[in-house]
């Protein structure tokens, strides 16, 4: 069981980037769908996330209207479109997986805590320039 984090890179400030997630051995069915990112000498954040069957999202209030997290169902992948990136974005992105324990709107808010999640991917790293 892996996820892969890929499309990071350097970009400047203003611009966009979109991230992708792919699982390799399982498919995301009965899985929800993290984004989380770790700065430099900060702790890891939670960004956004998905419930995969239903399309339901969740996201860190400060990021909001500038991220958007999203599937393709047919290539079992989750993106993660940045858009107006800022330098304080700049962190390693890693996607993560959480079993749909009794999933519901009501627990969407528990996506946002890293001890949630079940499977974590190696990161992929984003550097916006100012």
């Known amino acids: 069981v892996q996820l892969q984090a890929s499309g990071g890179g350097l970009v400047q400030a203003g611009g966009s980037l979109r991230l992708s997630c792919v699982a390799s051995g399982f498919t995301f069915d009965d899985y929800s769908i993290g984004w989380f990112r770790q700065a430099p000498g900060k702790e890891r954040e939670f960004v956004a996330a998905?419930?995969?069957?239903?399309?339901?999202?969740y996201y860190a209030d400060s990021l909001k209207g500038r991220f958007t997290i999203y599937r393709n169902i047919a290539k079992n992948t989750v993106y993660l479109q940045m858009n107006s990136l800022k330098p304080e974005d700049t962190a390693v992105y890693f996607c993560?997986?959480?079993?749909?324990?009794?999933?519901?709107?009501?627990?969407?808010?528990?996506?946002?805590?890293?001890?949630?999640?079940?499977?974590w991917g190696q990161g992929t790293l984003v550097t916006v320039s100012s």
């Open positions: 993560a997986a959480s079993a749909n324990r009794r999933r519901s709107s009501a627990t969407m808010y528990l996506l946002g805590r890293e001890y949630e999640y079940d499977y």
């Open positions: 998905i419930w995969w069957s239903v399309a339901s999202t």
